[in-house]
T-cell receptor, first 110, second 114 residues
Framework: EDKVVQSPLSLVVHEGDTVTLNCSYE??????LLWYKQEKKAPTFLFML????IEKKSGRLSSILDKKELFSILNITATQTGDSAIYLC??????????FGTGTSLTVIP | DAGVIQSPRHEVTEMGQEVTLRCKPI?????LFWYRQTMMRGLELLIY????????DSGMPEDRFSAKMPNASFSTLKIQPSEPRDSAVYFC????????????FGNGTRLTVT
């Protein structure tokens, strides 16, 4: 059975801290891995990763994929209160299928 | 680009009533997905369409759930009769054809069945 597991389930940090969120997967027919940020409404797209070892970066956020060990990490440096959200990891399979993890809830305290 | 549009934003109904959720995908996106999100199970795929044709409905919980996509710009998810365990946030998402394109989500419909 295809599965996507995220850890930790929740995290509380202080502003300025660096956090690392984890996503591991066991799927057949892997195509890509995606990260989303969900605040109160719709999940918003952060990164799509298809190749191992190539870091994607956007401001204070970065992510990398390891297709051999079947995991990805999302790093956030110098966290701010606006980073408080649920971070979702999804794996895309061939055939237009996306499986989501249950997410990591991040709370950044001022 | 107005994004994926869902309606209503909130729906409160009594057990046994019919509920219809609506979605307008982003223009030009030919794949449309319906997801359900709960605290316990996260985001679960219910059904998806390609070029208005249902491709995979294996996630639809039971016969009380049905989905249609009569044209490229509109889809509905219907629950009849509704039950309290259907209470969740229902998201619609769309994506264009081709690789390396993420899902774009609507703001969801929060359904409460009492």
């Amino acid at each position: 059975e295809d599965k996507v597991v995220q850890s930790p389930l929740s995290l509380v940090v202080h502003e300025g801290d660096t956090v690392t969120l984890n996503c591991s997967y066991e799927v057949t027919n892997f195509r890509s891995l995606l990260w989303y940020k969900q605040e109160k409404k719709a999940p918003t797209f952060l990164f799509m990763l298809t190749s191992s070892g190539i870091e994607k970066k956007s401001g204070r956020l970065s992510s990398i994929l390891d297709k051999k060990e079947l995991f990805s990490i999302l790093n956030i440096t110098a966290t701010q209160t606006g980073d408080s959200a649920i971070y979702l990891c999804a794996v895309e399979l061939t055939g237009n299928q996306f499986y989501f993890g249950t997410g990591t809830s991040l709370t950044v305290i001022p | 680009d107005a994004g994926v549009i869902q309606s209503p934003r909130h729906e409160v109904t009594e057990m046994g009533q019919e509920v219809t959720l609506r979605c307008k995908p982003i223009s030009g996106h030919n794949s449309l997905f319906w997801y359900r999100q709960t605290m316990m199970r996260g985001l679960e795929l219910l059904i998806y369409f390609n070029n208005n044709v249902p491709i995979d409905d294996s996630g639809m919980p039971e016969d009380r759930f049905s989905a249609k996509m009569p044209n490229a710009s509109f889809s509905t998810l219907k629950i009849q009769p509704s039950e309290p365990r259907d209470s969740a946030v229902y998201f619609c998402a769309s994506r264009p054809t081709g690789h390396n394109s993420p899902l774009h989500f609507g703001n969801g419909t929060r359904l409460t069945v009492t």
